[in-house]
């Protein structure tokens, strides 16, 4: 099982990324998938999620608006564009799967880190 993330790098305020997530070693339609971040000092916390379907996303207050989570499900890939990146944004992101039954387990991606910084 692997959750490959890539996309990360130094961006100006104001500017854009965009995160992918390659999921492979496992049915990638049976699970959620979420963006997770980090900050130093901080804990982890829930940025965006997607169900399995795709159908319902959720966002953390902060990133309404600016940041969208999206999935293929054809190409086992969930990606995060992140639009008017703010310091605050400063972070090793997470990708992560949550299977839909509880048999599934769960997975963790080794993450991707995001600096926005003049």
């Known amino acids: 099982v692997q959750l490959v993330e890539s996309g990360g790098g130094l961006v100006q305020p104001g500017g854009s990324l965009r995160l992918s997530c390659a999921a492979s070693?496992?049915?990638?339609?049976?699970?959620?998938m979420s963006w997770y971040r980090q900050a130093p000092g901080k804990e982890r916390e829930l940025v965006a999620g997607?169900?399995?379907?795709?159908?319902?996303?959720n966002y953390l207050g902060s990133v309404k608006g600016r940041f969208t989570i999206s999935r293929d499900n054809a190409r086992n890939t969930v990606s995060l564009q992140m639009n008017s990146l703010k310091p605050e944004d400063t972070a090793v992101y997470y990708c992560?799967?949550?299977?839909?039954?509880?048999?599934?387990?769960?997975?963790w991606g080794q993450g991707t880190q995001v600096t926005v910084s003049s």
């Open positions: 997607i169900t399995s379907s795709g159908g319902i996303t």
């Open positions: 070693g496992f049915t990638f339609s049976n699970y959620d």
């Open positions: 992560s799967a949550r299977g839909t039954e509880w048999y599934l387990g769960s997975y």
